[in-house]
C-alpha cells in the first residue's frame, strides 16, 4: 500500500472517529445545560450522579477496545462470518455486564450518592438521576461494543451517524421530558436513558443486516465469550491503573489546595479535549493493526505504526504549540479570573510541551490493543505508577502552592506518568513477541 493510500486509510477510519468520540461527552454537557435550568440544586444533584456514571462507564469501556482487534483480525484474515460472529459475542457480554450492573447499581445507589456528603436536597436530586440512569447502562455497554464491532470491520461512520442521531434525540427527549412533561431531573434521565437504548436499536438494525449478509449467527458462542471475557479482564485491569493515576493526581491537587484544584481541573480539562483527536489516532491504529495481523501481513503492520506513530507526534506538536500560544487566556477563557489565568499558566505550558509526548503514547497505546496485547497492557499499567505516585508523595510532602506548586502537579502527570508509559510501550513495539499474525 503506497504511502499516500495509507494515509487516506489513516484518515478514513480517525475522523468519524474523532466525531463519534466528541459525542459522547455532548451527551452529559446537554444534561448540564437542561438541568441547569432547573436550579442550583438540581445541577449539584447531577454532578454527583453524572460522577459515578462517568466511573462507571470509563471502566467498561475495555468492551470498546477488546472487541475491536479481535474482529479486526479475522476480517483482515477473510473470514468476515466468523468477525461478526466475534463481535457478536462481545455483544452479549455488554448485554450481560450491563444487566449486572444495573441491578447491583440501582440497589446500591442511596449508599453511592451518600458517600459524597452532599446537602439532603442535592442527594435526593442525586438518588432521582442516577436510580433511573442505572437501566441505561446495557445500552451504553451495547453501544460500547457494538462500536468495536464497526471498527474492527473497518467502519467508522456508521457509528458516528449512530451518535450524531442519538445525541438529537437525546437533546430533544431532555427538552420534552423535563420541560414539556414537567418531570425535572427526572426527565433528564429518563430522555438520556431513552436516547441510549433508541440507539441500541439503531446498532441491532445495522448488525442484524451485517449478520446476514455474512452468513453470520446471533447466537453466543461460549468459547467466543470466553475469550472476549478474558481479554476484557485484562484492559479492565490496565483502565483501573488508569483511573488510579486519575484519582491520584486530584487526590494531590486537592492536599495543595482550592485554587490549585481548581487549577489542575482547567489543565486537565484541557488535555482531556486534545485526546480526543489522539483517541481518534489510535482507534484508526487499533483496526488497521488488527486487520494487518489477521492477513499475516507484517510489513503493513510495521507500516502502521510508524505512520500513526508519526502523525501522533506531529499533531502533538501543533496541538502543544496552539496551547503555549493561548496558555495565558484560557484561564480567563474557563473562570474569567486573572488571577486563575496566571496560576495555571506555568502548568498549561508544561502540558504544551508533553503534548508530543501524549500523541505518540496514545497511538502506541492503540497499536498494542490493536495487536490484543493485552496482557502486557495491564500488568505496565501498573509497573507505570511506580515513579508516579512517589514524585506524587514527595510533591505531598514539599506542599508548594500556587503556580508553582500546579506546575509541579503537571510535571508529576503530564513528565513523570506520561513518560513512564512512553518508556514501556515503545520498549515493546521495539520486539518482536507483540507481533503475532493470524486470525
Known sequence: MAAPTLNREILRLAVPALGALVAEPLFLIVDAALVGHLGVVPLAGLGIA????????????????STTPAVARRFGAGDHADAVRAGVDGLWLALGLGVVLAIAGSLATPALVSLFGAAPDVSHQALIYLQLSMWGLPAMLIVFAATGLLRGMQDTVTPLWIAGIGFALNAALNALFIYGFGWGIAGSAAGTVAAQWGMVGAYAV???????RHSASLRPQRDGLRGSAASGGWLFLRTVSLRAAFLAIVFAATALGTDELA?????????????????????????LIGRGLGAGDELFVRRVLGRTVAWGGWFGVIVGAAIAALSGVIGLVFTGSPEVAALVQPALLVLAVAQPVCGVVFVLDGVLMGAGDVRYLAAVGGLNLVPYLPALAVLWLAHPTGAIGLMWLAVCFFGVYMLARLATLAWRVRRPEWVTAGA
Do not use: E, P
Request: proline share 0%; no cysteine.
Open 50 to 65: 453524572s460522577a459515578v456514571l462517568q466511573t462507571i462507564v470509563g471502566l467498561m469501556v475495555f468492551l470498546a477496545y
Open 206 to 212: 445495522v448488525i442484524g443486516r451485517l449478520a446476514q
Open 263 to 287: 487549577g489542575w481541573q482547567v489543565a486537565f480539562t484541557i488535555f482531556s479535549t486534545a485526546a480526543f483527536a489522539l483517541d481518534a489516532l489510535a482507534i484508526a491504529a487499533q483496526a
